[in-house]
């Protein structure tokens, strides 16, 4: 029971930090065991997948609006309802009990008779829960789905609504992860094995090679698999930006906004160690991880260097990678942080960024090289509108067809981009393009 409050409260102190800072540091369950820590991240990404149908329950059963609750309380009662709704395992009393506890200790026990009095409301009228029943139908959708009203907004009008609520839904649903095996390090047959005597169902992906879809990652993480540099945890749609760019042995290639690292690992591992990797990337703490990563995975030919994209001077490279700095609307369901971190004026200021950064990269492509431009949006303006732009500027680079590398699936009807969905494809949502410098 302790470990199990440890858990809850340790994931409300994440939670209210998010509200306050927004920040989503998981450091605050460093002290805890590897399942429980594993549990804090479930308890926070479920919550915030589920954050404004909890807030409107809360106003249903409360006399205090949420608008009007400080972040302890309002995310005390955000877990306690998620507790007794969507965890099977935890009975009502429980869910109660462990919230007032909670709440006794973090903010005294008024506020703890006040979250009693909330639950018990809640659990009286729990077979018969009040749906939300606004006239504004963004908002309606909005609450149903927990997304922001403006995301809902556009993705209504774009998608339809049909469409728009199955990518919500998968948005809303635990994803399923990919491993990919290190070639540097085992061999594929090898790395099956293991996976079947660690108990860990699997499936080879038929997309690319040395893809394995799996539930869970834990068992990874415990038998320190990703610490020795065995196999790397990336969504297959991650992995398609390398594959087009399809970095040979002996290259010169930069990684460009590469932190923390998964692209770089896994253009290491193409070009078998190989050549020269120069990984580039504007934050110093992100590059720390690369370069522990480069270790682990034995990623010999990756040379980091830190700076600013628009400023650093590299010259020319034969292949260049431009995963650019997005809103992340592709991976929310791993990212469930994201959607209340995201506004139109985000998307706005990513896109300007994201051309400028293009142009820059383009700068540093050599006669004949190759630029992919990558982003794990789902937003046009992101994507597909940017290299619009870019080829409207720039006549020495054109747009080369992906069938060779990608399956037909996941290709624009020319064949010359992929866009990946969470609710069609069952990965996170990634886009991109190859570019051949051609004069
Ligand atoms: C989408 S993430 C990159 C993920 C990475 N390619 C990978 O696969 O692990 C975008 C990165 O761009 C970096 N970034 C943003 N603006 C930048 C700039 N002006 N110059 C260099 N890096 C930048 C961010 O620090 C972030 O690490």
Redesign the pocket.
């Known amino acids: 029971m302790e470990t199990e409050i440890s858990e809850r409260s340790v994931s409300i102190d994440i939670l209210i930090e998010f509200d306050e800072k927004q920040i989503l540091d998981f450091a605050h369950a460093n002290d805890l065991e590897t399942r429980e820590r594993a549990q804090v991240r479930e308890y926070v990404q479920n919550i915030l997948r589920k954050r404004s149908y909890l807030d409107f329950l809360i106003d249903e059963f409360s006399s205090v609006s949420v608008a009007e609750m400080k972040p302890g309380l309002k995310n005390i009662l955000r877990l306690a309802i998620y507790d007794m709704l969507f965890m099977d395992s935890t009975p009502d009393y429980a869910a109660i009990n462990e919230a007032v506890e909670i709440a006794k200790m973090k903010l005294g026990s008024k506020t703890g008779d006040l979250v009693n009095a909330i639950m018990r409301n809640l659990q009286r009228d729990r077979d018969k829960l009040p749906k939300p029943a606004y006239k504004d139908r963004n908002k309606l959708v909005a609450t149903s789905f927990s997304h922001p009203e403006w995301m809902v907004a556009r993705w209504r009008e774009r998608f339809g609504e049909r469409e728009a609520f199955k990518l919500m839904q998968a948005n809303n649903s635990r994803p399923h992860y990919y491993v990919r095996v290190n070639s540097l390090r085992t061999k594929p047959e090898n790395f099956e094995l293991r996976m079947e005597k660690m108990d860990v169902d699997f499936e080879a992906s038929d997309w690319l090679p040395y893809y394995y879809k799996v539930d869970s990652v834990q068992s990874f993480i415990e038998k320190g698999l990703l610490a020795k540099g065995i196999c790397l945890v990336?969504d297959i749609a991650?992995g398609f930006?390398p594959t087009i760019l399809d970095p040979q042995p002996g290259e010169k290639v930069f990684?460009?906004?590469?932190?923390?690292?998964?692209?770089?690992i896994m253009m290491s591992d193409l070009m078998q160690g190989e050549g020269e990797i120069t990984s580039?990337?504007?934050?110093s703490e992100?590059l720390k991880m690369?370069a522990e990563s480069a270790l682990n995975y034995g990623a010999e030919n990756i040379k980091i260097k830190g700076?600013?994209?628009?400023e650093?001077s590299l010259g020319l490279a034969d292949a260049v990678?431009l995963?650019?700095?997005?809103t992340?609307t592709g991976v929310l369901s791993k990212r469930a942080d994201l959607r209340w971190r995201r506004d139109e004026e985000g998307l706005k200021k990513a896109a300007a960024?994201q051309e400028e950064?293009l142009e820059e990269a383009a700068n540093m492509v050599k006669r004949g090289g190759r630029l992919v431009y990558s982003?794990?949006s789902l937003e046009p303006e992101e994507n597909m509108e940017q290299i619009e732009k870019f080829l409207s500027k720039m006549d020495n680079f054109e747009l080369e067809p992906l069938e060779d590398y990608l399956p037909e699936e996941v290709l624009a009807e020319d064949g010359k981009s992929y866009q990946t969905f969470p609710h069609t494809h069952g990965c996170d949502g990634h886009f991109g393009v190859l570019l051949k410098r051609v004069k």
């Open positions: 990336q991650a930006a990684d460009l906004c590469a932190a923390p690292g998964t692209k770089s580039v990337d504007i934050s992100r690369l700076g600013d994209v628009l650093v990678l995963d650019a700095p997005c992340g960024l950064l982003t794990c």
